[in-house]
């Protein structure tokens, strides 16, 4: 079975902090991509990065990094030097072949970014 | 260009009454999703579309939901005899290809009184 963890439910943070954000996967699948997605109160899923499972280079992309460990089946997104706009809610997801050219998402339950002033 | 639109943004319902929920998705994605939030939790897969065809409905949870996207873009999800445990926001996305990021519409919150 396909299942997504993101251990932390909720972080608070003081702005220009560094905070990091967990993920563990489970998938039986060779081929799957992971995702992350920022959801801000007004409620619309935000797109951040995919990454296939074949691509284990890290990436940043602003204040934004990713660490890609297959080897435990992590994968934690940095946020450096956070700002009160990052608070949202991060989902991490992964995406894998479930018949029928299907690659439906498998979400975690989230985790409530907090950065205060 | 636009993105994933959904319509309407709320719906209220009594119990028992029939709703139908709409999304545009970007134009040219020929993959369409929904998926159900519950309040507090990540999203959960309900159906996917690859054009016209409903290739996956494994994630709708009784035969009073049902979806359709006759001509390949607009798509509509349709939930008969509303009960109060189908509250939840209801989100639409689409994607170019279906290993392609997933991009979200802004999502339908249904409460059912």
């Known amino acids: 079975a396909q299942k997504v963890t993101q251990a932390q439910t909720e972080i608070s943070v003081v702005e220009k902090e560094d905070v990091t954000l967990d993920c563990v996967y489970e998938t039986r699948d060779t081929t799957y991509y992971l995702f992350w997605y920022k959801q801000p109160p007004s409620g619309e899923l935000v797109f951040l990065i995919r990454r296939n499972s074949f691509d284990e280079q890290n990436e940043i992309s602003g204040r934004y990094s990713w660490n890609f460990q297959k080897s435990t089946s992590s994968f934690n997104f940095t946020i450096t030097a956070s700002q009160v706009v990052d608070s949202a809610v991060y989902f991490c997801?992964?995406?894998?072949?479930?018949?029928?050219?299907?690659?439906?998402?498998?979400f975690g339950k989230g985790t409530l970014l907090t950065v205060n002033p | 260009g636009a993105g994933v639109s959904q319509s309407p943004r709320y719906k209220v319902a009594k119990r028992g009454q029939d709703v139908a929920l709409r999304c545009d998705p970007i134009s040219g994605h020929v993959s369409l999703f929904w998926y159900q939030q519950a309040l507090g939790q990540g999203p959960e897969f309900l159906t996917y579309?690859?054009?016209?065809?409903?290739?996956?409905k494994s994630g709708l949870p009784s035969d009073r939901f049902f979806a359709e996207r006759p001509e390949g873009s607009v798509s509509t999800l349709k939930i008969q005899r509303t009960q109060q445990e189908d509250s939840a926001v209801y989100l639409c996305?689409?994607?170019?290809?279906?290993?392609?990021?997933?991009?979200f519409g802004p999502g339908t919150r249904l409460t059912v009184t």
């Open positions: 997801a992964l995406s894998h072949y479930s018949g029928g050219s299907n690659y439906k998402l498998t």
């Open positions: 996305a689409s994607s170019l290809a279906r290993t392609y990021e997933q991009y």
């Open positions: 579309f690859q054009n016209e065809a409903q290739l996956d």
